[in-house]
C-alpha cells in the first residue's frame, strides 16, 4: 500500500473534514481478524466481507477509511467502525 508522503496530508475524513493517518501494520492485522470473523461493521451497521491491505484512521479513532489494492475508500458510509 503506497500513499505518498506528500499526499497524505491533503486528505481528509468525508464525514466530519479531519485529518487522517496511516493504520499501523497492528490495527490492520486486527481489523483482518474481525473480518474473518464476521464481526467488523461499516457505518452503516453491515458487514464487511473483505479483507484491507491498510487504512486512514480519522483523527479520533473512531473510523477506519480501507485501502484495498492500493486504493483508499474515502466513503464515509463505508468506513470500518474502530
Same mark, same amino acid.
Given at each position: 500500500?503506497t500513499?505518498?508522503?506528500?499526499?497524505?496530508?491533503i486528505?481528509?475524513?468525508?464525514?466530519g473534514? !479531519?485529518?487522517l493517518?496511516? @493504520?499501523?501494520?497492528?490495527?490492520i492485522?486486527? %481489523?483482518n +481478524?474481525? =473480518?474473518?470473523?464476521g464481526? &467488523?461493521?461499516?457505518?452503516l451497521d453491515?458487514?464487511?466481507?473483505?479483507?484491507?491491505d !491498510?487504512?486512514?484512521?480519522? @483523527?479520533n479513532a473512531?473510523?477506519?477509511?480501507? %485501502?484495498? +489494492?492500493? =486504493?483508499p475508500t474515502?466513503i &464515509?458510509?463505508d468506513?470500518?467502525?474502530l
Amino acid at each position: 500500500m503506497t500513499i505518498t508522503p506528500d499526499i497524505l496530508p491533503i486528505l481528509r475524513c468525508p464525514a466530519g473534514g !479531519g485529518p487522517l493517518t496511516l @493504520a499501523d501494520a497492528e490495527l490492520i492485522e486486527r %481489523i483482518n +481478524e474481525q =473480518i474473518a470473523a464476521g464481526t &467488523a461493521r461499516d457505518q452503516l451497521d453491515a458487514r464487511v466481507e473483505t479483507p484491507v491491505d !491498510g487504512g486512514l484512521v480519522t @483523527a479520533n479513532a473512531d473510523r477506519l477509511y480501507p %485501502i484495498r +489494492e492500493n =486504493i483508499p475508500t474515502l466513503i &464515509a458510509d463505508d468506513a470500518i467502525r474502530l
